[in-house]
């Protein structure tokens, strides 16, 4: 999964037409670890879904701007807008992340 290391890479990425997920985590989230070790199953099922990591406390302020309180946190943008946010608590198993992206990638 490719890190987001600018403001401007960033943005470009949201700017797209096409949906894209960004993944907040930061260097130190157990969480964070345990969603790594199942997301390449997840992307088995979902082909076609973008994602891009950025660290949390690297852009405090990208994470305060969208609301971004639990890591990991995982973000839909499309056209510069967010269009979903899963929320920390919700994300702890493979299910929940495949329910999450199913729906928003509709």
Known sequence: MEQVKTQDQFQKLISSKES???????????????MDMFLPTVFEE???????????D????IAEKYDVMGIPSLLVF?????????????AKTPEQVVEFLSDSFK
């Open 20 to 34: 894209v997920v960004i993944k907040f985590v930061t260097d130190w989230c157990p969480d964070c670890k345990r």
């Open 46 to 56: 979902l082909q076609n879904v973008s994602m891009y990591e950025i660290d949390k």
């Open 58 to 61: 690297e852009f405090p302020e």
């Open 78 to 90: 499309k056209d510069g807008e967010k269009q979903a946010h899963l929320h920390s608590a919700n």
